[in-house]
């Protein structure tokens, strides 16, 4: 079966801020966990916020949980609370006895994969009917579906916008960059007066990919880097190599903090907030250091603004496409004895969630949200009103990829960084990978 890769629209690897510790034993609205509710109809559902360590999300989802209880009151929703690897071994062992939950979390792409080729998830189609669709961030949908049909719901999404400190900006007369030859100019100022431009934390590779994707975008467009990977397209397409390019000229140019490949994303981050480096490129998991942490001085906050990877000149992508991801949705086994009612509820969820997660709990939701009536940080309103108009969302590349070839990946991206290998060497490494695993 071939895994659709997602054009217009992560762990946290692909979740960033929710990968949770603790453990919570089960709980929920219903303390009956053998099946049994009498004449009600029992939908059983497994999730990953316990109360101590995710109060706002466990919160959220129990509030919800009772609303829909009450709306419905011939429905009893019971749940079982683990935490984040916990979740993840217990939907292991349960799915290899085909005893999943009627409805749980599961995460896009490769993690989901497996399980879509076991037939375990049911498809959602028939849920997204009816409006529910038109909800959705354009594209957030994508990360979910194989051959065209979707198997889960996205209840978060990231993206990565650049990071800048207004003050630095201000004290060198820069402007926010629109097009690229605008922003080079921006790193060129900058290192001239002996400020680091960029700080990105290559050890923990990824990081160094998002800067890669970007580029890959704007020059050759929204379809080309996952064309590479679903092998439509070929990973040694000219835009391709030229990205790779460009990137090594960022490396030559002194672009990125001394000492990067050796940094983790922590301690690069370290650079920005400490005001030694003008620009850091993050995903929004990292909006609360910028707007509402109560652990950040308010004075840095001030500081701090963001803006869109610029527009490269000629390139056939556009400023409003996006690299990032949505996070963890929601599932419905295919084995469940009360699917349509899983079903019902799910779109409620979905909806109910997209209301109530950015303002209590700082979770950017993968459906639309009205602006206009939420009280937010500015920079939030600007990021969601952006994501309202994203033309293309794509997911993170080594998400997309199998394990392996997301290895390759990653090591030939610290490999460039590094300048360990040239341009045509790094696409020619990946495209070698990407065709093997296809044989």
């Not at 198997?151 to 990565?160: H, Q, R, T």
């Not at 650079?271 to 929004?284: K, L, P, S």
């Not at 390759?408 to 460039?416: C, E, F, K, R, S």
């Amino acid at each position: 079966m071939k895994k659709k890769a997602f054009s217009a629209v992560a762990s946290l690897a692909l979740v960033g801020g929710l990968v949770l510790g603790g453990c919570s034993s089960s709980s929920g609205t219903s303390e009956d966990s053998s099946g049994s509710g009498g004449d009600k109809t029992v939908v059983k559902m497994m999730h990953l916020w316990p109360e101590g360590s995710a109060k706002a999300q466990y919160t959220i989802v129990n509030d919800i949980i009772k609303n829909y209880e009450k709306e419905h009151p011939d429905v009893d929703i019971q749940t079982e609370i683990l935490a984040n690897e916990q979740y993840k071994e217990k939907i292991k062992v349960l799915s290899a006895s085909n005893e999943l939950p009627d409805l749980g979390i599961t995460w896009a792409a490769g993690y989901m994969q497996p399980f879509v080729e076991g037939n375990m998830f049911a498809p959602l189609d028939d849920v997204l009917d009816g409006g529910l669709k038109e909800q959705f961030v354009p594209g957030t949908l994508e990360a979910f579906q194989t051959d065209s049909k979707t198997y889960g719901l996205p209840l978060e999404l990231n993206i990565a916008p650049v990071y800048y400190n207004k003050e630095i900006f201000k004290k060198y007369n820069l402007e926010v960059p629109k097009t690229y030859d605008e922003f080079l100019k921006v790193v060129k100022t900058l290192k001239d007066n002996d400020v680091t431009p960029i700080t990105v934390g290559n050890k923990d590779r990824w990081t160094g990919s998002m800067w890669y994707m970007y580029l890959a975008d704007r020059i050759g467009g929204p379809e080309t880097l996952n064309n590479a990977i679903n092998r439509t397209g070929s990973f040694e397409d000219p835009a391709l190599e030229k990205a790779a390019d460009e990137l090594k000229k960022l490396v030559d140019m002194d672009a990125f903090v001394k000492g990067y490949n050796g940094f983790s994303n922590d301690e690069a981050k370290g650079y920005f907030m400490n005001e030694q480096a003008a620009m850091y490129m993050m995903g929004t998991w990292e909006l609360p250091n910028y707007t509402t942490s109560p652990d950040v001085a308010q004075d840095f906050k001030d500081k701090v603004g963001y803006f869109k990877f610029p527009a490269y000149e000629g390139g056939k992508g556009n400023i409003d496409s996006f690299v990032g991801g949505p996070g963890v949705g929601l599932f419905v086994s295919e084995a469940s004895k009360v699917k349509d009612e899983t079903k019902d509820f799910v779109s409620y969820l979905v909806q109910e969630w997209g209301k109530r997660s950015v303002t209590e709990a700082g979770v950017i939701p993968a459906t639309k949200v009205d602006t206009a009536n939420t009280e937010l940080a500015q920079m939030y309103i600007d990021i969601l009103n952006d994501l309202g108009n994203a033309s293309n969302i794509t997911l993170y590349a080594d998400v997309q990829m199998s394990a392996r070839v997301a290895d390759v990946h990653l090591n030939q991206i610290q490999a460039l960084y590094g300048g360990e290998i040239s341009p045509k060497e790094f696409v020619k490494a990946q495209e070698e990978a990407l065709a093997a695993e296809k044989k």
